[in-house]
Every structure is written in C-alpha cells, then in structure tokens.
C-alpha cells in the first residue's frame, strides 16, 4: 500500500480520489470541486535487484494521489507503457512504440474534455515518455487533430519530476529508491540496500552508471546515479516529493 493510497482505505480514512475506484457520483463531485484529471505514466522495466520493475509508474501514480488528496481532483489508473530509454536487452522490460502511444493519449485527452475535465496534468515516472509521445500528443490535441473538440482545449502539463527547480532525478539509484522508500516501502529490498560487513562507504555524491555487463551480479547493476546504499532513505524521498506535489498545485492555480 502506498503511503497516500493508505488515506484512502475501505476504512474510511479519506475521501477516493482513484477514478477507476469511484461511482459516477463521485466523481461528478470531484469535478465540482476541481475539473482536473491526472494521469500517471511509466513503464515496466530493470530498476535494480532491489526495486520492483514497475517503479516509474507506481512512483507517479502514487505522487498524484498525494496531489489529488491535497488539491483536488481524480487520478486515472497508471498507465505501463514505456518508450524509449535504451533497456530493451534487460530483463522484465518492455517497451513500445512512442507512434501509437501519441495517438491513444491525443484520443484521451479529446475524452478528457469531453467529460468536462478543464485541466489534466501528465506524470510520468519513466523519464523518455514525455519526449517520446507526450508532448506531442498535447501538441495534436491542443491543435485538435486526432479528435472531436467539444468546449474550450483543457489546459495540460506534461511533467516528469526531475524537471521541476530543484528537481532530482535517476534510474533507480539514490533518488528513484528514496522515492520507492517513501511511497511504497513494502516494495523494496531493504536488505539489498546494506553494504557487505568491512566495506567501505560510497561516496555519497559520486553518479556512477552500472549498466554495462561487467557489473552484472553487482548490486546496484543497471542503475545510473549516486550509490543508494546505506544513502537512499524515506525522508528524502518525502521531502521530493512534496517539493513535487507543490509544484503541480501551484500548476493548477495557475493554469
């Protein structure tokens, strides 16, 4: 469960913001209270031997949560279709096309508005995707190819979240983790974040990239950043994140 989602529980802890959860009732008063919808991008793919493949979806889903229960309006499911990014000879990773992709989001988002949303933003956790496919399905929306206007184009933020100031980003090394610590800790292999008993510490400011064969076996094989080891913790991941969900609320009294 992840630390957001975890207001929201069949206990009744929090209102539901997760659309594919809500009856139309709900949702039509979320809408009154803010007409915006966002959507949580990502893929499936190598994070590690300590992290869940699909982190940069249930990163993003997660964050956007925490932005619905603090500013308003509903999440839509996480969307695990990566593009781009150079993985595919990992294993568990799959990718797709960025053509299609752009066509299926330009097709939302003309949905989006037609069901009265005003605003949507687009997270993604997988950091290609917005280079990818989703700028350039806002730019076809915006343009109205690919769908049927039917008010006004909403105004849409495609995002990924080491592009706000001050924002930090990785592939699965410190900050990727400090993230997953925070939002979903049950996912992570604390123990494969320790170092050997007599090892020396890293360097907690030195980015390294793992990915080639020769570090295969390695712990932190496959990642690019600063050594999570013994450096990546939960309140990092809580203090970026905040950072992130003020940014995306100030988005949207702005927009």
Not at 174 to 197: C, G, I, K, N, Q
Request: proline content about 7%; overall charge negative.
């Amino acid at each position: 469960m992840g630390v957001f989602s975890g207001q929201i529980s069949p206990s009744g802890a929090g209102r539901e913001v997760r659309i594919e959860r809500m009856r139309p009732a709900q949702v039509d008063e979320a809408k009154q209270g803010r007409a915006a919808i966002y959507v949580p991008f990502g893929s499936l793919e190598w994070h590690g031997y300590h992290n869940p493949v699909g982190l940069d979806a249930l990163k993003a889903h997660e964050q956007l949560v925490g932005l619905a229960l603090q500013a308003g309006g509903v999440v839509y499911p996480p969307v695990f279709w990566g593009s781009g990014g150079g993985h595919l000879d990992w294993p568990h990773t799959f990718m797709v096309e960025a053509e299609p992709m752009t066509r299926l989001v330009t097709q939302l988002l003309f949905g989006f508005e037609k069901d009265g949303y005003r605003q949507a933003i687009l997270l993604s956790g997988h950091y290609p995707n917005r280079s990818q496919y989703l700028d350039a399905a806002i730019q076809n929306y915006l343009a109205g190819e690919g769908g049927q206007r039917s008010t006004q184009p909403m105004k849409v933020l495609a995002l990924v979240e080491n592009q706000i100031p001050a924002g930090k980003g990785d592939h699965a090394a410190l900050y990727e983790t400090s993230f997953m610590l925070y939002l979903h800790p049950d996912t992570v292999d604390a123990a494969a974040l320790r170092l050997p008993e007599g090892a020396a510490a890293s360097d907690p400011t030195q980015v390294v990239n793992w990915m080639g064969a020769e570090w295969k076996g390695h712990p932190c094989y496959g990642l690019v950043g600063i050594d999570p080891r013994q450096h990546a913790n939960p309140g990092l991941g809580a203090q970026m994140t905040t950072d992130l969900i003020t940014y995306l609320e100030q988005w949207l009294e702005e927009a």
